[in-house]
């Protein structure tokens, strides 16, 4: 599957640079609502948003010749929007130095879950090792509409480096080195910032349905 999306992606850039139109119609088709999304990370108005995926697009025109394809083709356009929003957002006062965050020098003073409860190691490292129990019964669908908006909310309160970090990796599915490469952390950054990140979000939900949790 992988190999077979990097000859798809290969494919597309060859059509790009050659200035196929149609090319160009299915990677905005393909990206521009996760572009979107991300943009509006850092700036504070979807107006602002939506201009600067306008400037993406353009930027990707007169680009598209200078991308080495040494990184995916996602993590190379999700780079130019979020570089392009952190310049408009300066402007919100949405903007931050991501290296100045989640320092392991700050240890983790700030989690509100025990740290015992995350893997500490291996292939699920900092995981949770004891996941939520399903919920089952008539008040399924109204708790599970009802998680989804306290989800929403407790990112929304994110510190904007957290909430970038978590957004790449648990909405859009970036991977560590993805992030890693657009957002110029190192692993160990990403990696306290997205430990904290979910620990917070997490200890949003549980304390908004704790005692139903408890009794599942």
């Not at 108005?45 to 939506?50: D, L, N, V, Y």
């Not at 570089?83 to 006062?93: E, H, Q």
């Not at 399924?140 to 480096?161: Q, W």
Request: with cysteine.
């Amino acid at each position: 599957m992988i190999v077979c999306e990097a000859v798809e992606e290969r494919e597309l850039v060859t059509r790009l640079r050659a200035g196929d139109d149609r090319a160009f119609e299915e990677l905005i088709e393909q990206h521009s609502g996760r572009l979107l999304r991300l943009a509006a990370l850092f700036v504070a108005t979807r107006e602002a948003a939506e201009d600067v995926v306008q400037e993406t697009w353009l930027a990707v025109v007169q680009g598209i010749d200078r991308f080495e394809e040494r990184s995916s083709l996602k993590t190379w356009l999700s780079r130019i929007v979020m570089n392009k929003a952190r310049t408009r957002g300066v402007r919100d006062k949405r903007t931050v130095a991501f290296l100045s965050c989640g320092s392991e020098d700050n240890g983790d003073a700030d989690l509100s879950i025990d740290t015992e409860r995350f893997f500490k190691d291996g292939e699920y490292r900092d995981h949770w090792s004891l996941p939520p129990q399903p919920w089952t019964g008539p008040e399924k669908d109204l708790l599970t509409g009802e998680m989804i908006g306290i989800v929403h909310k407790a990112v929304e309160n994110l510190p904007v480096a957290q909430q970038t970090v978590i957004t790449l990796r648990d909405v859009h599915g970036f991977d560590a080195q993805e992030v890693c490469n657009t957002l110029g952390l190192s692993e160990t950054n990403q990696r306290v910032l997205l430990h904290r990140a979910r620990s917070k979000v997490r200890g949003a939900v549980e304390s908004h349905f704790g005692l139903r949790m408890d009794a599942a």
